[in-house]
């Protein structure tokens, strides 16, 4: 079976700061892995994935994740965070050829003017 | 219109009243999921059918049932909800290459019980 652990419900960054957002991952087989955001009120919209190939896939809204398998973690970031920026991530891991996902627990993110 | 409908955006139910949920596509998918959300629980899947013949069994699927009317049409249904129910439900399509494209989410349904 697989599961996603997100570390930190809650991250604050001040505007123009790094946002690095935790997610490790297990699977016993190959994974697939995504990043999904939730606005208030709406639904998840897909950030970006991972499923072969390059391990650091570039996102919407100028996030990018980085696929380390030593590390089985699939960490997100953006150089300079803007207010927009400000919702909810969640990171979910799909192993090959099983097409559910299981998603973390998710990390509230708060931009700090 | 949005590619992934769902109808009603809110509700507040009486415990032991039944409830259906429903959920509509366009995209043209054959799979679909229904999600619940919690606080600090992330989503957890409670039914997903491959297509029109199949339904199967989430993490989560005591006390709900669902039915796959048609391609485009799966609901959720609470036959008798209670309080513990009140959650964020989301329905999710994905084509048959889900993994590699993902899902598309629906905007929602907030469901009370009270």
């Known amino acids: 079976a697989q599961s996603v652990t997100q570390l930190g419900s809650h991250v604050s960054v001040s505007e123009g700061a790094l946002v690095l957002l935790r997610c490790n991952y297990s699977?016993?087989?190959?994974?697939?892995l995504f990043w999904y955001v939730q606005y208030p009120n709406q639904g998840l919209q897909l950030l970006l994935k991972?499923?072969?190939?390059?391990?650091l896939v570039k996102g919407i809204n100028g996030f990018e994740a980085e696929f380390k398998k030593s590390e089985t973690s699939f960490h997100l970031t953006k150089p300079s965070a803007h207010m927009s920026d400000a919702a909810e991530y969640f990171c979910?891991?799909?192993?090959?050829?099983?097409?559910?996902?299981?998603f973390g627990t998710g990390t509230r993110l708060t931009i700090i003017p | 219109d949005a590619d992934v409908t769902q109808t009603p955006r809110n509700r507040i139910t009486k415990t032991g009243k039944r409830i259906m949920l429903e959920c509509s596509q366009t995209?043209?998918?054959?799979?679909m999921y229904w999600y619940r959300q919690d606080p600090g629980l992330g989503l957890q899947l409670i039914y997903y059918?491959?297509?029109?013949?199949?339904?199967n069994k989430g993490e989560i699927s005591d006390g709900y049932s669902v039915s796959r009317q048609a391609q485009a049409k799966f609901s959720l249904s609470l036959e008798s909800a209670i309080p513990n129910q009140t959650a964020l439900y989301f329905c999710?399509?994905?084509?048959?290459?889900?993994?590699?494209?993902?899902?598309?989410f629906g905007s929602g349904t907030r469901l009370t019980v009270v």
């Open positions: 059918s491959f297509d029109v013949k199949d339904i």
């Open positions: 699977s016993s087989v190959p994974p697939y």
């Open positions: 995209k043209g998918h054959d799979r």
């Open positions: 991972y499923t072969t190939g390059a391990t």
């Open positions: 979910a891991v799909s192993p090959f050829g099983n097409e559910k996902l299981t």
């Open positions: 999710a399509t994905s084509d048959s290459t889900g993994n590699t494209y993902g899902y598309t």
